[in-house]
């Protein structure tokens, strides 16, 4: 359920620079969902004080390592006060929640880079290192190709007054949804038939296929190991 209060913090992509990224390949073929082991998935996703600050950037990188961890049998300890200095570092400001609160969010791509180029520190244990491609958006298909594929999906989305609203439900596409709200970003780790299982703001939601390719910006499969990034 969306919570009372909210945080947003997905900076405008840069097309030419989305379009350079390397695209995911589809698989030869992804099973048809439900998608049963990730469905028996139990977790809660990591919130990374994205209810007041705009740190939903960093929140899905983490929610994103998580998956691709559980889907492999355990899960990744987090220290927030390592989620937020990669916050600090990318932005850059210091890493003060006074100093975050007051930046308006993170470019996606900066953040990913970042992650591939020195790690992706999250606390308490050797530095994770995506690597990352970029989804064909107006596709749903592909989408859950990624998911099936790469164990996630770095989604970026606009959202709707009415997407941010208490108990909001994340259905159909932009008719009566209000004005823009924002952009926000979010782990995409599971799929259905017709819609999505999604991670956010401390939470798992649940977005159709509307809902989604009305808002969807940039999309990223990522995988992710353990080791010492690139020089």
Same mark, same amino acid.
């Given at each position: 359920?969306?919570? =009372?209060?909210?945080?947003?913090?997905?900076? *405008?992509?840069? #097309?030419?620079?989305?379009?350079?990224?390397?695209?995911?390949?589809?698989?030869?073929?992804?099973?048809? *969902? *439900?998608?049963?082991?990730?469905?028996?998935?139990?977790?809660?996703?990591?919130? +990374?004080?994205?209810?007041?600050? *705009?740190?939903?950037?960093?929140?899905?990188?983490?929610?994103?390592?998580?998956? /691709? %961890?559980?889907?492999?049998?355990?899960?990744?300890?987090? =220290?927030?006060?390592?989620?937020?200095?990669?916050?600090? %570092?990318? +932005?850059?400001?210091?890493?003060?929640? %006074? @100093? $975050?609160?007051?930046?308006?969010?993170? $470019?996606?791509?900066?953040?990913?880079?970042?992650?591939?180029?020195?790690?992706?520190?999250?606390?308490?244990?050797?530095?994770?290192?995506?690597?990352?491609?970029?989804?064909? $958006?107006?596709? @749903? &298909?592909? $989408?859950?190709?990624?998911?099936?594929?790469? &164990?996630?999906?770095?989604?970026?989305?606009?959202? !709707?007054?009415?997407?941010?609203?208490?108990?909001?439900?994340?259905?159909?596409?932009?008719?009566?949804?209000?004005?823009?709200?924002?952009?926000?970003?979010?782990?995409? /780790? !599971?799929?259905?038939?017709?819609?999505?299982?999604?991670?956010?703001?401390?939470?798992?939601?649940?977005?159709?296929?509307?809902?989604?390719?009305? !808002?969807?910006?940039?999309?990223? #499969?990522?995988?992710?190991?353990?080791?010492?990034?690139?020089?």
């Amino acid at each position: 359920m969306i919570p =009372a209060i909210v945080a947003l913090g997905r900076r *405008p992509h840069d #097309a030419a620079r989305v379009a350079a990224v390397q695209p995911h390949r589809m698989s030869a073929e992804a099973p048809a *969902p *439900p998608d049963l082991p990730r469905a028996g998935l139990v977790w809660v996703p990591t919130l +990374c004080e994205n209810l007041t600050l *705009p740190t939903c950037i960093v929140a899905a990188l983490t929610n994103s390592a998580r998956v /691709w %961890a559980l889907l492999k049998g355990f899960d990744l300890p987090v =220290a927030e006060p390592s989620l937020l200095a990669f916050y600090a %570092a990318t +932005c850059p400001c210091t890493d003060s929640m %006074a @100093a $975050i609160a007051a930046t308006d969010g993170l $470019i996606f791509l900066d953040a990913l880079e970042r992650a591939a180029s020195q790690g992706f520190d999250i606390g308490l244990q050797a530095p994770l290192v995506p690597e990352f491609r970029a989804i064909d $958006i107006s596709d @749903a &298909g592909a $989408i859950r190709d990624a998911i099936y594929a790469a &164990g996630s999906a770095l989604v970026g989305v606009t959202l !709707r007054q009415a997407d941010v609203q208490p108990g909001a439900a994340w259905r159909g596409g932009l008719d009566g949804a209000g004005a823009e709200a924002g952009g926000h970003a979010i782990c995409g /780790w !599971r799929y259905g038939r017709a819609d999505f299982g999604l991670a956010t703001w401390g939470d798992t939601e649940e977005a159709d296929d509307a809902w989604l390719l009305s !808002r969807i910006s940039e999309a990223y #499969a990522v995988r992710w190991t353990m080791g010492v990034a690139a020089p």
